[in-house]
């Protein structure tokens, strides 16, 4: 633990933060041990994974004073706009299931948002013990094709074939409720003494009502990160041309359109739907690219003071 003794009454120590409430945080220390911490005076500007440091107040509470330079971020979003979701992870697994079935704009904005973020995805497609699977694991050929992984685990009855994926890394775990991702959280978390997202040491832990993001160690290398209540990524801060980018396909293609500043709707000489005519993107992908764009363009048009 590096602690430094600023003035004599208060101690900042580094740490990491291990749950996001949203006004309040838990940050962990070298030691493990865990402090209820505020951001005062500033925007909400840390988020799970973050590296920060942190006064302690007293009664074991702290503030944090300062948070640390990212290797990455992700942002979910909201009605109103995006907000953190997670910071410094080393990738991302999007859990898929045939039943209720997946959401094929949920998986493609997924992988947006994990692209953008320069994010490794592994597609896990849970509940291979139904009938479902098989036909649910076809629908995903096409993201083979275009060099996404896909594995197929059952968190009811086995989650052995995730475990490869995750060791000695920090995975953010996402899906839309239904998917199974509780199930597979319980699973990975095998003790309780691992659940370091509790908010053990808050003076007011009956206002938490909503978590937005938590860190579970699997063990001394391998953590991962749940979102409850997340329901989709946030997008809003990319660029047009970071989410043509995004479109891991549609590479080999960009710059190669007759006009310099091509967004691939409807352009002329457009190189990127001119390979979707010789089946070299699908049709769904360069759709679910071009209704984003156009929801993009609305979303910026009636915020235009979001817009940097
Ligand atoms: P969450 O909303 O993603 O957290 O999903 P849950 O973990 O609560 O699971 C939703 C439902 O799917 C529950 O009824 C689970 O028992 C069920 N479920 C989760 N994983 C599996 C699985 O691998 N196989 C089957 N058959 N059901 C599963
Ligand atoms: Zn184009």
Redesign the pocket.
């Known amino acids: 633990m590096t602690t430094r003794r600023e003035r004599s009454e208060s101690v900042v120590v580094e740490g990491r933060v291990v749950a996001d409430f949203g006004r309040e945080f838990l940050v962990e220390f070298a030691d493990r041990r865990q402090v209820a911490c505020t951001r005062k005076g500033k925007r909400q500007d840390a988020t799970c994974g973050d590296f920060v440091e942190v006064r302690l107040t007293g009664s074991g509470q702290g503030s944090i004073e300062r948070v640390g330079t990212r290797r990455n971020l992700l942002f979910r979003s909201d009605q109103w706009r995006d907000k953190m979701l997670a910071a410094n992870v080393d990738q991302v697994v999007i ?1 898929l299931a045939p039943k209720p079935p997946f959401s094929e704009a949920f998986l493609n904005l997924s992988l947006v948002a994990c692209e953008a973020a320069r994010l490794p995805v592994v597609i896990a497609l ?5 009938p479902e699977h098989p036909a649910a694991r076809k629908q995903l050929d096409p993201y083979v094709e275009i060099g996404y992984e896909i594995i197929t685990m ?4 086995d989650v052995g074939p995730l475990m490869p994926h995750l060791e000695n890394k920090l995975t953010l775990l996402v ?1 839309q ?8 959280v319980n699973a990975l978390v095998l003790s309780d003494v691992a659940r370091v997202g509790e908010l053990t040491a808050s003076r007011d832990s009956g206002t938490h009502t909503t978590t937005f993001s938590r860190f579970y160690r699997l063990d001394k290398d391998t953590a991962i990160i749940d979102t409850p209540g997340f329901q989709s990524f946030g997008l809003f801060h990319l660029t047009e041309d970071q989410i043509g980018e995004a479109m891991r396909e549609f590479r080999p293609y960009l710059g190669a359109c007759k006009f310099n500043d091509c967004s691939h709707l409807n352009e002329p000489g457009c190189a990127v739907i001119d390979a979707a005519k010789k089946g070299k993107i699908t049709a769904p992908r360069l759709s679910f690219y071009q209704v984003l764009i156009e929801q993009h363009r609305d979303l910026h048009e009636q915020h235009p003071e979001w817009s940097r």
């Open positions: 859990l849970n509940k291979s013990d139904l059952s968190a009811k009855q899906g409720s239904g998917m199974g991702k509780s199930k597979t």
